[in-house]
Structures are given as C-alpha cells and as structure tokens.
C-alpha cells in the first residue's frame, strides 16, 4: 500500500468543501486537518469531513507536523500570505486561483518556495481534467496544423451585492480575478507558456469600481492571437475554441469543465471526443499534487511556476490601462 499524502485545507467555504469531497476520493489522500479562523466552523467542517485535526487559526494549521501538503482556499487577497504563512511552516501548498492578487506577490511565493525547495502550485483544476489532457495530445500531435488563434469566454450573470467577493474591491472582485483567470490560462496552455509580447484590453466597469465584463486580446508573435471575455454580469456561451491552419478544435460549454470536444479538420467530417471526469474534478490536480510529491518533484510541469507568473503578469498589463488598482496593493 502506497504510503498517503496528509492534507490540510485552510478555509472552509464552498470550494474548501468541494476540495474535501474530492480528496475522499482518492484512496492514497488522507484529509488529516482544516484550519479556519474560528473554532466554530473549524468544528463544524471536521465533523461533516471527518477531519481529525481542527484548528482555530491558520497559524495552528501551519504548524500541524502530521500534514505534508495545504490547500489554500481563503479569499484572494490572502492567498499570498495565507500561502506564505504554511510554506514557511515547511508545507507543501496548492492555492486557489488567482494565484495572488498580482505578479509581485506570484514572485515571492515563488521564490520562497524555490529558495527552501517546497512544493507550489497554482490550483488551476481545469487544467488537469481529461479533456484537457486530450486537447494537448492533440495539439501535440500537430492534428489541426499550426496553432493561428484561441477564442475563450467565460462569463455568467450575478446578483449585484457590492459586499460579495465578486463586486467588493477589498476582496479581489470582478471579472478579471474570478473567471478572467481562466481563459488567461487556457490561452497560456495552447499558446504559451511565455507571457504575450503585446497586450491589448477593454472592462466595463461597475458602481465598486471592479470590472464586470471585459475583453482581452493577446499577441504571442507571428501573428497568432488570443481573443477572450469575461464577465460577472453578462452571461456568455462559455465556450473555447482552437483555431489551426487544418482546422480547429471546440471546447464545448462549460469550457472549463466540459466532457466534449469537436475535432474539425479541412476536408473531413467533425469527430466528437468525448472525455468525463470522475468525481467533482477537483481530484484531479490533487492528484497531481501528489504525484508531484511522490517523485520529490517541487513544480508541476502541467503548470509550472513560471506559467503562473506569467499569467498573474498579463492579468497586471491588462488591468493597467483601466485604472484598477485592489486596496491590498
């Protein structure tokens, strides 16, 4: 029996709580601890885990000898610090996307990390589900020629509460920080992983200051474009799309989480390829975690620190131009 990675989560919010349910999931992951700021839903989120270790504050957590690895589940703004606070504990940490509120605060997780030789990664579930795994075999295997552009958008329409994390400043809000992120990520996986030579963009933004839909377009060289939309007040077909000089690949709604893609080549009929996930999804890059952590790997080469940054550098180029600046910076 293949020796179990111990886990903590630090938050107990929705996505903490899917986190957890996919890690019961996975036979060789052991769930051994959960830090929150209170005793009270540190308690509460053991119990309905069956979590053995709860601690009332996140430095506890940080501390706890019996945990190799934390997920780091808390608002955006904290992630940095939050991620800091269980590195310098000697954890390994995946935190959730954003990664951190900006590049500046990417690089010094980073070079902690690094400098003390710790694992780090971003918490980009998406990118380790099956379709994408298939969509980069096929790219690899050159099946709609060279790579001319990538079309992505992912956008839904909210209830606006100038409170909630998706409209509030002080907690990382609008498009660009909460789904934005994501078709940044998949334009980096089809055509990065370096960040654009030129950027280019335009938000619409709301009454708290935050964008609430814009648009990017990303120039990677040679011609070869990235269009992408985000938004938290319009809803979009929250599809993707691969364009090649032989043809293209469809990344079917929810893009992010799709089961389906459509192979189109110049002269044949489409293929579709189906590609389910088990579970939640989220599984998935805990997995990857762990294999990462088995082989005495500090960095996933599915998404690698360097990728991170560049994406946290093309989401501050595109929000410069807009005058969006977060209290925490």
């Not at 990417?106 to 380790?128: C, I, N, S």
Request: hydrophobic share 45%; glycine share 8%.
């Amino acid at each position: 029996m293949m020796n179990k990675i111990r886990w903590g989560i630090l938050g107990t919010g929705r996505i903490a709580n899917d986190f957890a349910v996919s890690l019961g999931q996975l036979p060789d992951a052991e769930l051994v601890a959960v830090g929150s700021r209170a005793a009270e839903t540190a308690e509460a989120f053991g119990a309905k885990h069956h979590i053995p270790h709860r601690h009332a504050s996140y430095e506890n957590l940080a501390s706890d000898s019996d945990v190799d690895v934390v997920y780091i589940a808390a608002p955006h703004p904290m992630h940095k610090t939050n991620s800091l606070l269980c590195l310098q504990g000697g954890k390994g940490v995946i935190c959730e996307k954003p990664f951190t509120i900006n590049a500046a605060e990417a690089a010094e997780l980073a070079d902690y990390a690094r400098r003390y030789k710790l694992f780090l990664m971003e918490a980009m579930w998406t990118r380790f589900l099956p379709v994408m795994v298939k969509v980069r075999e096929l790219l690899a295997q050159k099946a709609i020629g060279e790579v001319r552009a990538v079309m992505a958008d992912f956008g839904f329409r909210a209830r606006f509460d100038p409170q909630s994390r998706l409209f509030a400043p002080e907690l990382g809000g609008g498009a660009l920080l909460d789904v934005g992120v994501y078709v940044i990520s998949f334009a980096s996986m089809v055509l990065g992983p370096k960040a654009p030579l030129k950027v280019a963009s335009l938000a619409q933004l709301g009454e708290t200051g935050v964008d609430e839909q814009s648009s990017y377009i990303l120039d990677y060289g040679d011609g070869v474009l990235a269009s992408l939309f985000a938004a938290v007040r319009t809803q979009s077909p929250q599809e993707a799309v691969i364009l090649g000089s032989e043809g293209r690949i469809r990344v079917h709604s929810q893009f992010y989480h799709a089961t389906r893609i459509t192979l189109s080549r110049n002269g044949r009929a489409d293929q579709d390829i189906e590609a389910p996930f088990e579970g939640n999804g989220f599984n998935y890059e805990a997995a990857e975690v762990m294999r990462c952590l088995r082989s005495g790997r500090t960095e996933s080469d599915v998404l690698p620190l360097d990728e991170t940054l560049a994406v946290m550098q093309t989401m501050d180029r595109i929000r410069r131009p807009w005058g969006l600046r977060y209290p925490s910076e």
